[in-house]
């Protein structure tokens, strides 16, 4: 799928136990197609940032106010202004 882009960062130590790149491709792969219910859908960008604990608290901490690590953070994205991203309503 040409329209995917994954931005894998690995900012932890310890990658032993880590699938590799193209698992983590074929899950979002397969999570777009299931939401787009078509394995035909637009330009398509994510990021994925494996951490160490002490940087997953951090991220808890400042984002959700949760003084704690955590397995998953998730934040939604708007489009800017300017994007060429449109609409329309009929």
Not at 7 to 35: G, H, M, R
Not at 42 to 55: C, G, L, M, Q, Y
Request: net charge negative.
């Amino acid at each position: 799928m040409e329209n995917l882009y994954i931005d894998l960062q690995i900012a932890c130590e310890n990658t032993e136990n880590l699938p590799s790149e193209q698992q983590f491709y074929t899950w979002v792969q397969k999570a777009l197609a299931v939401e787009a219910k078509t394995d035909d859908f637009p330009e398509s960008e994510i990021t994925i940032r494996i951490v160490d604990e002490a940087e997953s608290h951090e991220l808890n901490l400042t984002y959700r106010g949760k003084d704690k690590p955590t397995n998953v953070l998730s934040f939604p994205f708007e489009a800017p202004k300017e994007s060429k991203c449109h609409y329309w309503v009929i």
